[in-house]
């Protein structure tokens, strides 16, 4: 069965500083790797996802993650953190329904605090 | 705009009613998908639909059943509510292809005393 481990329940990093968000994942085959983002009150949005090719991928707000495949991994980083990117961060794996769709396994999330 | 809407926005429940959670999608999107979030346990998936008229068991869907008469609507309903049940419920939807990406509504803050 798939599984998805954020081993950080919380991070507090200072505005401007840079950001690495773990996420190690167990999956039989290649996996299909996402990170979502959820703002308070709000639903997840999806800041980038991981399929094939390059293992390096680029996503919204500035946000990047590479996939390590000989350390299951598929850690988030940003260079330089802003005050609005306080949010609780998913990371998930996916596998496909038969008939169409994908299943998505989460993470229990990471929640983000930026000091100003 | 384009997305998922869902209502109620909150809702407080006595055990024991029954309740219905609506979520609508105007994307066309062919699936749709019901999760749970929990503190410390992340989204865990209820009940899912590849396409309208056909509906699957996900990760945690006793308690909780759906329908999918049409393409745009997929309601999950609480026969019975029961306290456990507390939690917010999120709607999602994405197209066909395994590739695509689910896109989320924003939630429904279900409370059961």
């Known amino acids: 069965a798939q599984s998805v481990t954020q081993p950080d329940i919380h991070i507090t990093v200072s505005e401007g500083a840079s950001l690495e968000l773990r996420c190690n994942y167990s999956?039989?085959?290649?996996?299909?790797l996402f990170w979502y983002v959820q703002s308070p009150g709000q639903g997840l949005q999806l800041l980038l996802k991981?399929?094939?090719?390059?293992?390096l991928v680029q996503g919204i707000k500035g946000f990047e993650a590479e996939f390590k495949r000989s350390q299951s991994s598929f850690n988030l980083r940003k260079p330089s953190v802003h005050w609005s990117d306080a949010a609780e961060y998913f990371c998930?794996?996916?596998?496909?329904?038969?008939?169409?769709?994908?299943?998505?396994?989460f993470g229990t999330g990471t929640q983000l605090k930026v000091e100003l | 705009i384009a997305g998922i809407t869902q209502a109620p926005t909150s809702q407080i429940l006595a055990a024991g009613r029954r309740m219905t959670l609506r979520c609508t999608q105007d994307?066309?999107?062919?699936?749709m998908y019901w999760y749970r979030q929990d503190l410390g346990l992340g989204l865990r998936l209820i009940h899912y639909?590849?396409?309208?008229?056909?509906?699957g068991k996900g990760e945690v869907p006793d308690g909780y059943s759906v329908s999918r008469a049409n393409t745009d609507d997929f309601p999950l309903t609480l026969a019975s509510a029961v306290p456990s049940q507390t939690s917010v419920y999120f709607c999602?939807?994405?197209?066909?292809?395994?590739?695509?990406?689910?896109?989320f509504g924003p939630g429904t803050r279900l409370t059961v005393l």
């Open positions: 999602a939807s994405s197209q066909r292809e395994f590739t695509d990406t689910q896109y």
């Open positions: 999956y039989g085959a290649t996996p299909y």
């Open positions: 991981y399929f094939s090719g390059d293992t």
């Open positions: 998930a794996v996916g596998s496909l329904f038969t008939g169409g769709g994908n299943k998505l396994t």
């Open positions: 994307m066309r999107h062919n699936a």
């Open positions: 639909s590849n396409t309208a008229g056909t509906t």
